[in-house]
């Protein structure tokens, strides 16, 4: 039997589609070679479409700029602006009203103490962050944040200096360690510990703590236990007279400047040798892993309970976008995400059942995506964006737009979305985190 024929108005149809896709602005000149010469079909087609789109968004923005609807003859704070343009002139896709995504340390109050400040964004200031608080922390050389305790998981990456970090395990074994630019710490809940600045410019850090509304002014301190004591109670804990207890500490230590220490291997000596030793690993040379993932669009760094022992409670990604580039849409399904850019320019975009709203990120800043939004980031300056992604997970989960629609029929994701099965197939297979602009 034969098959019937196509109506002409169908093959005309095609025909215009065809014509149609080839005028596209930005998709001159494709060919299959275009696309091998960037060492992926895929990656090509991602950023051709980037194009398209970041062009249609320009003249967007351009069109909202000169709209009399959203000029401002009120007063302004402008320097503040210019830091978020993407929040007083947000780009048209943005909806509804969410929970705040941004904050920033610059922001907050800074507690300086002889040896050191600290300052902090917690729950109090980003209230949609339940899960995680973020400390960073400045010691000087020899400067200690005195021994002490709490009620949170610690997790921590060193920004600058160097470190000596000290953990004491139930079992009395102790965990003694040096730490530099790009390393981890890790101390679980109620786990002693100190840290104190090294040679030549001490140290900071920024510490993550599984508790949204946790506040590194609620710990509890060595210094704040002994002088809440009786000094006969304290003369029969150590088994010493009390005349040798009277210049015990009579205020709150909490930052204070000391001597440097021993070397790494005299103080480890001094506390007992292997006999003492600690058989956890506290800390991690994050900075120095090989990247896990790595395109010519930037890199990710994974640190979890499976490469870090130690990390029960908090997984982490070191993220750097390369110019132009953009870490892909994506969500995680399993933890809200909580970041903190350390150089460069981003945009962020947060969509969730509640609408969509987009801030740009500076160094310093905070940035927060509740657990399943779909989310991306966008570098938008000339240097490369480096951030920290960090999750109250023991394991990093991520779940890739691209990947998702390229482990469906084809036409499942033409009902869905009007491409045809060639276009389909130009989209990563694969999440590569970092595509290219």
């Not at 960073?136 to 949170?152: D, I, Q």
């Not at 500490?249 to 440097?260: E, G, V």
């Not at 969509?351 to 399943?372: C, E, K, L, Q, W």
Request: net charge negative.
């Amino acid at each position: 039997m034969r098959e019937p024929k196509e109506s002409k108005s169908a093959v005309d149809g095609e025909n215009r589609t065809s014509e149609q896709q080839k005028s596209k602005p930005g998709m001159e000149g494709l060919s299959r070679r275009t696309f091998l010469g960037v060492g992926s079909a895929t990656l090509a087609s991602a950023a051709l479409a980037s194009l398209a789109v970041n062009s249609q968004e320009r003249v967007d923005t351009e069109k909202a700029e000169q709209d009399h609807s959203a000029s401002n003859p009120g007063p302004e704070n402008k320097p503040l602006l210019d830091e978020n343009p993407n929040s007083n002139l947000p780009p048209p896709t943005d909806s509804g009203n969410i929970d705040p995504v941004w904050y920033s340390f610059d922001l907050t109050h800074k507690r300086i103490e002889e040896g050191g400040w600290t300052n902090e964004v917690t729950q109090k200031v980003l209230p949609s962050s339940k899960d995680l608080a973020g400390v960073r922390m400045r010691l000087t050389a020899g400067s200690f944040r005195e021994l002490h305790w709490h009620t949170a998981d610690e997790w921590a990456f060193m920004l600058y200096g160097n470190a000596r970090v000290t953990c004491l395990n139930p079992d009395g074994t102790v965990f003694i360690g040096d730490v530099g630019k790009g390393d981890l710490w890790y101390f679980p809940a109620g786990f002693p510990h100190s840290i104190q600045g090294l040679g030549p410019d001490g140290c900071e850090f920024l510490l993550v703590f599984d508790e949204g509304a946790f506040s590194e002014d609620n710990t509890f301190l060595l210094s704040d236990w002994v002088r809440r004591t009786p000094p006969s109670v304290l003369s029969k804990n150590f088994g010493l007279p009390a005349s040798v207890l009277k210049n015990l500490p009579n205020k709150s230590l909490y930052i204070f400047p000391a001597d440097l220490p021993a070397s790494l291997a005299q103080d480890k000596a001094a506390v007992g040798g292997r006999r003492a030793e600690s058989p956890y690993q506290y800390t991690f040379r994050m900075e120095a892993m090989a990247p896990t993932k790595q395109t010519r669009a930037g890199e990710v760094r994974i640190v979890d309970s499976r490469n870090f022992l130690a990390s029960k409670n908090i997984a982490a990604a070191l993220v750097t976008v390369k110019p132009g580039g953009l870490r892909e849409l994506h969500w995680h399904p399993n933890a809200s995400e909580w970041q903190y850019y350390i150089s460069g320019k981003g945009r962020m975009t947060v969509f969730t059942t509640a609408g969509a709203h987009t801030m740009d990120f500076n160094a310093n800043d905070v940035g927060f995506v509740p657990s399943v939004a779909g989310h991306y980031v966008e570098n938008t300056g000339k240097t490369d964006l480096v951030f920290l992604a960090m999750f109250k997970a023991s394991e990093y989960m991520n779940i890739s737009l691209n990947n998702w629609l390229r482990h469906l029929p084809p036409e499942m994701v033409t009902s869905h979305l009007n491409l045809d099965a060639d276009t389909i197939a130009k989209i990563p297979s694969e999440a590569l985190d970092a595509l290219p602009g």
